[in-house]
């Protein structure tokens, strides 16, 4: 069930993994230690957070979003709130606490791969006392993102995706990747309120505790009213009261590094189904989202505005 566009002063509220991402580049990135300089081909330096760059690539398109969250008091902080004001995203819940340091991931990547170094700081900061009814009902829609790296919203995290529902919103769920690979905290349980399931290929196979992948969407289609998988190159697929509908795309331009296409996807996805297009068009579009992140480095270089997808 979709609220309508008027019922709310917003449309998403979402709750925010607050970090920038530094991505240094080269064909041979892995460091020498020792005391060893090494000299690297380019950096990246940007907003990161799945949430957030949902959030910036929702309100360019139109959507008017909500992010709740945390930043330190710092560069980064600063450059989080900016980024996010500049897509158009509302950042008055988003608190500036100088006990914290704002989340930051150091990506080394090279041409085949990626290692990750990450400072959580910021990013999972916030806790349930931060979400209060009035917060949730000011918007349609609650997108729930990164849920096993906000350990801080964690252990409540399904009693405040119950709250939405009783407020009336329509929920979507982007897990992303555990990094700790244990795949659950309630997952099950949630799924009774989520409207919309939004993993990627791997994820769903994780989720669902499913050996491959047509057991894993015979799981989870049974479970969510509408799952969405994406599958980098190869699309993305819709099931929704147990018919397929996939989306293929054109392989991204070289260059690329990948971060955020998921991230972007979503948001895409949501534009068209808040604006109640057919499934078939919140695939496109959220794939021509994903597919230009993709084809760019970092998460927000490639985002389209409105004006640039059709449908909308
Ligand atoms: N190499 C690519 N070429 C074309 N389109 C792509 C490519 N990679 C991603 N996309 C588009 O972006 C969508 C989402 O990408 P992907 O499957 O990588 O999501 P994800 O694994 O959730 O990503 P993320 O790392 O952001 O969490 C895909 O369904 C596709 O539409
Ligand atoms: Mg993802």
Known sequence: MRKRHSA?????????????????????IVPRFGQAE????GYHLEMGGSCCIFAAQAAKLGLKVRLLGRVGD????????DTLATAGVDTQYIKVDSRLRTGITVHLAQADDRAMLTH???????????VSDDILASARHLHYGSLYLQTGLLPHWVDILQSAKRLGLSVSLDTNWD??????????????????????????????????FSAAIEFLQERAPLLVVKQAEAGASAWFQRKRISQSVIPAESG?????????????????????????????????????VASEMGGLRGQPWQSEIAAL
């Open 8 to 28: 709310t002063p917003y449309d998403i509220v979402v709750f925010g993994d607050t970090c920038v991402d530094l991505i240094l580049r080269d064909d041979d």
């Open 38 to 41: 090494k000299i690297v081909a």
């Open 74 to 81: 710092d560069a980064f902080g600063q450059l989080i709130v």
């Open 120 to 130: 959580l700081g910021s990013l999972n900061a916030l806790t349930v006392a931060d």
């Open 179 to 212: 990094p700790q690979g244990r795949w659950n905290h309630g997952f099950l349980r949630a799924l009774e309120h989520i409207d919309i399931l939004l993993p990627n290929a791997q994820e769903a196979l994780h989720l669902s505790g499913e050996p491959d």
């Open 256 to 292: 690329g590094d990948g971060i955020g296409a998921g991230d972007s996807f979503d948001a895409g996805f949501l534009a068209g189904w808040l604006n109640e297009l057919s499934l078939e068009t919140c695939l496109a579009i959220a794939c021509q989202c994903g597919r230009a």
